[in-house]
Structures are given as structure tokens and as C-alpha cells.
């Protein structure tokens, strides 16, 4: 019997890779590289009329779709529709769609999550270095200044072992420092900002002053990203996704730094307590859409934003691990994607474990995280976590050229 194999192809250049190693025409690479990437795009809240034409015209390309009954006989006023096809069959559907009066945004806005989809390389600017994103999986570091923060609070309190602590971590590889000074543990209070600022500034100079590595400042207060900007800081981590201060969009615009939007549900007092969404993954993506939106509409250039799906911000344990497993649809935004499952609560209520005990849990995440499309981990075990994401990366590259 004749051997067959499925193949896993998720990209252009696994696709391309396939065919030249059986010595495929390139010409006939370029015609057939679209058609080995299947793509299933939900398309939510639009007419009934526009999801039976969508239907004919799938259909008339090859191309599937999956909709309500009610959508199909027009019985409701909005429904959702399940787009089965390949890359070819959206191309066309593109240009059918622009025949329509009315229908051209659609279109574009399929051709616009194709292309994120397909994007697999970014460049982060900070002001000593441009972060390459994509070939290599970077590794956040994660020093809390805190005395209260739910893994590691109290350890690094003292200014001298935070200091002591941050550049062990550049020792041990970390390409990014986040230093944070207000514990957003689940049912933690806002800290007062002269006390956050006490906390992180000198911290930030004197660590700034002794490595190249970016650092980080943890914070979705706009004063506190300034003072630390200025202190030598590089990169704003803001775990509101500009909800708690919009002005800190400003900020980073202004000084022209990356910006990490994070999804949280309500706040960190309150955002474990009675959990529920309709749809976990679009009111997650609708979030940052417009986390997203705020942040460009202040003059931030767009390839300086970062996304967060905010592991463990409101969100149950198996919302955790549904985020995890199917990180690959926050792509779809077109933004490099940061996850963070350090010591988490989850890993804990898994292996019924404490804090100090989750290692294991941690690294087994930051593994199936970096196959998922995570482009930075966030982590606190920096030489464990560096080593782990070696062997992801060695995996998820293997056999590219």
C-alpha cells in the first residue's frame, strides 16, 4: 500500500518548504502555495441578506459556510457566519465582495485579517535597541517592587536586592526587564501614586544605567510611565488596555515607545468575582480592538503596540486554558502577542499547588504559549523560562529554512 501522509502546513513558508523539497516548478509554488493553507474566519453580527451571499458566493468559488437556520431565512436582525476556504477562495471572495455597493468594507476587512494572520515578523523600537520579533521567542523578566504581589511579594521590596535581582535576570538572559511597583494580585487596591513612584524610579535609573536591556515599567498610570520613561525606562506594560488611564496613550506616543495592551475584565479588586462572557474570545478581541484603536487615534505608530490576552485577569481556569490553547486567533489583530502564565492561580488549581511549587506548570505553558504563537513570554524563573523556550523554538522552527 501507497504511504500517506497529513501534513501540518500553518504558513506560507512551511507550504513553500514542502513543495520545493519534492522539486515543485517555482512557478507553479507561486500558483499553489495559497491553496494549502485553509483558513475558518468567523464572521459575527452581520445581516441575514449579507450571510445568504456569502453563501452563494463561497459556494460559487469552492469555498463552504456555516450559518444560523435563522440567518438563512431571515428571521433575525444580525447572525454569524462560519467562512470555510482556503487562501485562493478568500482572495476571490475579496474581489467579489467589492462588486457589492455596501459590502466593499467587509471584503477589506477579510483582507486585512488575512494579512495579520499571515504576518509572522515584527520590529519593537525602543531607544537603545529594535526588538526582532518572530524568529525568537524573547523572555520577559519579571521583578515586582511590591510588598504584597501574589508570587514574589516582599522578596525584592528592598531597593538593593530588587537592583541585585533585575540585573541576575539580564545575567540569565532576559531580553526585556518589567519592574512593577503595585501588586495587581486578585482583590488588590490601587496604590497611591507617590508611594508607586518612591517604589520604581530608582530602581528603573539604576538598572538602566548598568545593562542595555529594554526595561519595562508595569504600570496604566500615565505620570508613573512618564517619571519611569525618564528614568530610563523603554517600554510601557499597561494591564488596562488604556481603561484605567487613557491619557497613557499619549505618553507613549509623545516619547515614541512600545506599548503593551492587556485585557482585564473589570478591575484587580474585583475582576475574579462572578465571571461570565457571552463569548470569551470576541469580547477578549473586541477589547483590545479598541484598546488598540485608542492607542493609534493618540499618534502611536501602530508596529509600537504589543498585545496581552491577560492571562488569569478575569478569566476562569479553563477560560485560561482556552486562551492558551487557541492563542493563535489573537493574530488576527496584527500585533505581536505577549503572554503571561508565570506562577499563575490556574497552574496552581491544576496541580494543586502553591506558589513556590509551580515550576513545572509554569514552563509546560510557556512551552504550549510559544507554539501558539506567543511572541514574548513574561515569566519570573528567567533561567528556567530561557531554557524552555530554546527547546519551543528549536520545535516550532524545525525543518524551516
Given amino acids: 500500500m501507497n504511504l500517506i501522509r497529513c501534513l501540518h502546513i500553518t504558513n506560507a ?38 450571510a445568504n451571499l456569502l453563501k452563494q458566493e463561497m459556494f460559487a468559488l469552492g469555498g463552504d459556510i456555516a450559518v444560523d437556520e435563522r440567518g438563512f431565512d431571515c428571521s433575525t436582525e444580525k447572525t454569524d457566519a462560519l467562512l470555510m476556504g482556503n487562501q485562493k477562495h478568500f482572495e476571490k471572495l475579496i474581489s467579489k465582495l467589492e462588486q ?6 467587509l471584503g477589506q476587512s477579510i483582507k486585512e485579517t488575512l494579512k495579520n494572520i499571515s504576518k509572522t515578523q515584527y520590529a519593537i523600537r525602543c531607544r537603545k535597541r ?43 538572559g532576559a531580553d526585556i526587564i518589567d519592574i512593577g511597583g503595585e501588586s495587581t494580585r486578585p482583590g488588590s487596591k490601587p496604590l497611591q501614586l507617590e508611594e508607586e513612584l518612591r517604589r520604581v524610579i530608582p530602581v528603573i535609573k539604576s538598572i538602566a544605567a ?7 515599567i508595569d504600570t496604566y498610570k500615565s505620570v508613573v510611565a512618564q517619571k519611569a ?6 517600554i510601557i506594560n499597561d494591564i488596562s488596555g488604556l481603561n484605567f488611564d487613557p491619557d497613557l496613550a499619549k505618553v507613549a506616543s509623545k516619547e515614541d515607545i512600545p506599548l503593551v495592551l492587556m485585557h482585564i475584565r473589570g478591575t484587580p479588586e474585583t475582576m475574579q468575582k462572578n465571571i461570565h462572557y457571552d463569548s470569551l474570545f470576541s469580547e477578549i478581541l473586541q477589547y483590545l480592538k479598541d484598546s488598540i484603536q485608542r492607542a493609534e487615534s493618540a499618534g502611536l505608530d501602530p508596529c509600537q503596540i504589543i498585545i496581552d490576552p491577560g492571562i488569569g485577569f478575569g478569566k476562569t481556569v479553563e477560560d485560561n486554558l482556552s486562551i492558551i490553547k487557541n492563542l493563535f486567533e489573537f493574530r488576527v489583530l496584527g500585533k505581536p502577542i505577549l503572554l503571561g502564565t508565570s506562577r499563575k492561580i490556574f497552574i496552581g488549581k491544576i496541580l494543586n499547588a502553591e506558589v513556590g511549587e509551580r515550576l513545572e506548570g509554569t514552563l509546560s505553558s510557556i512551552a504550549v504559549g510559544v507554539l501558539n504563537g506567543a511572541n514574548i513570554i513574561r515569566c519570573h524563573d528567567v533561567l528556567q523560562a530561557k531554557r524552555a523556550i530554546a527547546v519551543a523554538d528549536a520545535i516550532r522552527l524545525a525543518g524551516e529554512a
Fill in 100 to 105: 457589492y455597493p455596501g459590502l466593499n468594507p
Fill in 210 to 216: 548598568k545593562v542595555d536591556v529594554p526595561i519595562s
Fill in 130 to 172: 529594535t526588538l526582532l520579533l518572530g524568529k525568537r521567542t524573547l523572555l520577559m523578566g519579571v521583578l515586582n517592587i511590591t510588598p504584597d504581589s501574589f508570587s514574589d511579594g516582599g522578596l525584592f521590596f528592598d531597593r538593593e536586592k530588587a537592583i541585585s535581582h533585575g540585573l541576575k535576570m539580564v545575567e540569565e
Fill in 229 to 234: 520613561i525618564e528614568a530610563g525606562a523603554e
Fill in 13 to 50: 513558508s512551511e507550504a513553500i518548504h514542502q513543495m520545493e523539497s519534492m522539486g515543485v516548478d517555482p512557478a507553479s509554488i507561486g500558483l499553489m502555495e495559497g491553496k494549502t493553507l485553509h483558513f475558518n474566519l468567523k464572521v459575527e453580527g452581520i445581516e441575514p441578506r449579507t
